[in-house]
């Protein structure tokens, strides 16, 4: 069974940095497309980082370039997200998921496999 499962999510302040991991089990990070995703209260999930199955480029949201970078250990079936100056802003569910295809995916109905998502909150 296809699953993927996010960790690190929490509270921190302002400025502050986190590093989220996803790790997938049942299917082979080399096939698919890789996403990070994340939700805010009242907001439609956005696609905060994308990167294809082939030439692993990443493309980052405006809102997060600079500051957010992705990293895929396909041989550990796992990704990561490492965010730093976070703001009230970026408060939100983090979401891993993986999507079939050597494209890079922006909408949320192209993945095929969601983590059940990882709390961020960025509070004084």
């Known amino acids: 069974q296809e699953q993927m499962v996010e960790s690190g999510g929490g509270l921190v302040q302002p400025g502050g940095s986190l590093r989220l991991s996803c790790a997938g089990s049942?299917?082979?990070?080399?096939?698919?497309?890789i996403g990070w995703f994340r939700q805010a209260p009242g907001k439609t999930r956005e696609a905060v980082v994308c990167?294809?199955?082939?030439?692993?480029?990443?493309y980052y949201g405006d809102a997060v370039k600079d500051r957010f970078s992705i990293w895929v250990d396909a041989a550990k079936n796992s990704l990561g997200l490492h965010m730093k100056d976070l703001k009230a802003d970026d408060s939100a569910v983090y979401y891993c998921?993986?999507?079939?295809?050597?494209?890079?995916?922006?909408?949320?109905?192209?993945?095929?496999?969601w983590g059940p998502g990882t709390q961020v909150t960025v509070s004084s």
């Open positions: 998921a993986a999507a079939r295809g050597s494209g890079v995916y922006y909408h949320t109905d192209e993945y095929d496999y």
């Open positions: 049942g299917f082979r990070f080399d096939d698919y497309s």
């Open positions: 990167i294809s199955s082939d030439d692993r480029l990443a």
